[in-house]
């Protein structure tokens, strides 16, 4: 019986079972570490591919710090469609991801003749201003879709001359093979026989494990991915497709969207906007910071990403303010991007303002639990007032514990997660149920209002948009 061909995609040279070996298996050659990569040549025969691959896929992150709750994590959804020419720096990549709260961004970017941009088609987090395309994303992108593929792994095993075979161990029902790569890697290959099939990779040096599931004619159409022995992503093929080129179509900006309403990225800037209150944008690029002087003291609202963030907007502040002291910080809730940079601030025993269960979230937070004994904490609940800021604890479904900060003198909101409009003020496509909870909430407190600063993108928010909101 002629089995149909199995792998019909690959970067540069395609891998697809020979029948051949299928009419032969009644002769069937016992796989040992002397014939293991001529058995393999035999399994695989080479031919040269079709330009473009066509793959549709979902992937599923396990990321605690990004869930309602931390102690129950959440299964984050990126559905992606990459259409990329593997021979030549040109694809298009569409990603859709939906977060706790039903918030749903969405990014679409392309690269052609060295030229690219990022858009977004729900207007959620760009508008409709766009980004100029890194030329280093192809790569990005490329290197992705390769790894669950696992024919792809099967062709660098066959074709680099510079991979070293360490080790070969027979299995119950396959084999295993050891190898030291280009890069210095050891990886262990492991395959099931009868057919052969790539069924794992193992990269001992990097702590990376993947998992490759559910066989069909063509390729391994799940895939788990771990990362020092913990499940980060779970991938699932939908589809997968060769052709000979892009569709025009995919690598120019739709209508709607002008190649001159393009986000360039800008140092820290500083602004003040009321009464011993300060702004400064552009940290991240895109994240908004506010902060309070108050008799020669300093609370800070936010502490994004990372220590370097917030070592810049510290020596900022310091510079404006020689004299003063930074002896708050504040965050509206413990997910990893917004709690991120709060180490800088403990090693100076700056004060954390958040609620209990956020404090808790933070001190078990990976990144910081060797350092937690050094966290300080001034703890808040729903309408508590600290200099003049009244903090808001409305229910939500994006975060288990949420808040926001309204500024009493100023009528001013500095709010975390709870609305997602671009700086643009244009009104998106999609609307969370977490920022139309946030509207009802705010109608229904009556707070006087002039002003709401977002922690992401859009550092005045046009109010009108709100009316919108229902």
């Known amino acids: ?173 396959g084999f295993s093979v050891s190898i030291k790569n280009k890069i210095n890697d050891t990886l262990i290959y492991s395959f099931i026989e009868n057919p052969i099939e790539l069924v794992s990779v193992e990269n001992e040096t990097s702590k990376e494990l993947w998992n490759f599931l559910d066989f069909n004619k063509n390729y391994a159409s799940k895939i788990q991915y771990f990362k020092n022995g913990q499940l980060k992503y779970d991938y699932k093929i939908n589809s997968l497709y060769t052709k000979d080129k892009i569709a025009d179509s995919y690598l120019s900006l739709p209508q709607g969207y002008e190649d001159t309403n393009i986000i360039e990225n800008k140092e820290l800037e500083l602004t003040k906007i009321g009464e011993n209150i300060y702004l400064i944008t552009n940290v991240a690029n895109d994240r908004n910071i506010v902060y309070q002087l108050n008799r020669n003291k300093i609370t800070v609202f936010g502490a994004p990403i990372s220590d370097k963030f917030s070592e810049e907007v510290f020596n900022l502040i310091k510079k404006k303010h020689l004299n003063a002291e930074i002896n708050k910080v504040y965050i509206t809730h413990p997910h990893s991007d917004h709690i991120g940079g709060l180490k800088f601030y403990a090693n100076k025993g700056v004060k954390i303002i958040t609620d209990k269960y956020s404090a808790d979230a933070i001190k078990n937070y990976p990144k910081f639990i060797e350092h937690a004994h050094s966290f300080q904490f001034d703890y808040i609940k729903d309408e508590s007032v600290i200099d003049d800021v009244k903090y808001y604890f409305p229910k939500n479904n994006h975060s288990k514990s949420q808040s926001f900060a309204y500024f009493i003198n100023e009528n001013l909101i500095y709010q975390g997660d709870f609305i997602q409009i671009p700086a643009d003020n244009s009104i998106p496509k999609h609307v969370s149920e977490t920022t139309i909870s946030f509207v009802d909430f705010v109608r229904s407190k009556n707070l006087q209002i002039d002003r709401i600063i977002c922690h992401h993108r859009n550092n005045n928010l046009d109010l009108d948009i709100l009316n919108t909101i229902k």
């Open 1 to 173: 019986m002629i089995k149909i061909k199995r792998y019909s995609l690959v970067f540069r040279l395609l891998l697809f079972k020979s029948s051949l070996l299928f009419i032969t298996s009644c002769s069937k050659v016992v796989i040992n570490k002397e014939n293991f990569i001529q058995e393999l040549k035999k399994e695989y025969n080479l031919f040269e591919p079709n330009n473009v691959i066509d793959i549709n896929y979902t992937r599923v992150n396990y990321n605690a710090y990004q869930s309602y709750n931390y102690k129950n994590p959440d299964s984050l959804f990126i559905k992606s469609h990459v259409i990329i020419n593997v021979n030549d720096s040109v694809y298009f990549a569409s990603r859709i991801a939906k977060f706790p709260g039903v918030h749903k961004f969405s990014q679409q970017e392309f690269q052609k003749n060295n030229i690219g941009f990022i858009y977004d088609s729900l207007g959620v987090v760009l508008g409709k201003r766009v980004l100029r395309q890194n030329k280093a994303s192809y790569n990005q992108v490329k290197n992705e879709v390769y790894s669950i593929l696992n024919f792809y792994y099967i062709q660098d095993l066959v074709t680099d001359k510079s991979v070293e075979v360490l080790g070969f161990k027979s299995t119950y029902n």
